[in-house]
């Protein structure tokens, strides 16, 4: 099984910065695509970026220009840098990750999910 652990939000004004942080752990044998998503109040789940495990990365029209996402394989850990930020960026800043895992012998792909950050952007 995979936990990923969600950090680095917080409370920002407009146009500021913030870097979310969300490390894997457990038993896995390899994370594939690393990704964020959001849910603001009122609205569903939406995808924001995927980074792959060769580094190519995919971004939401709402964040390209502002949001960098990036990844350490050495450390299973992903990152979303998020510069000017506006007030519907707003939202529960959540982890995702495709994990390669063994089971009785067998490999299996599963996807995961993190508890959730909370970003707020107001004045």
């Known amino acids: 099984q995979v936990q990923l652990v969600e950090s680095g939000g917080g409370s920002v004004q407009p146009g500021g910065s913030l870097r979310l942080t969300c490390a894997a752990s457990g038993s896995f044998i390899s994370i594939h695509a690393m990704g964020w998503y959001r849910q603001g109040p009122g609205r569903q789940r939406e995808w924001v970026a995927t980074v792959t495990h060769g580094g190519s990365t995919n971004y939401a029209d709402s964040v390209k220009g502002r949001f960098t996402i990036s990844r350490d394989n050495a450390k299973n850990t992903v990152y979303l840098q998020m510069d000017s930020l506006k007030p519907e960026d707003a939202a529960v800043y959540y982890c995702?990750?495709?994990?390669?895992?063994?089971?009785?012998?067998?490999?299996?792909?599963?996807?995961?999910w993190g508890q959730g950050t909370q970003v707020t952007v107001s004045s």
């Open positions: 995702n990750a495709d994990a390669e895992v063994s089971f009785r012998g067998r490999l299996y792909q599963q996807n995961y």
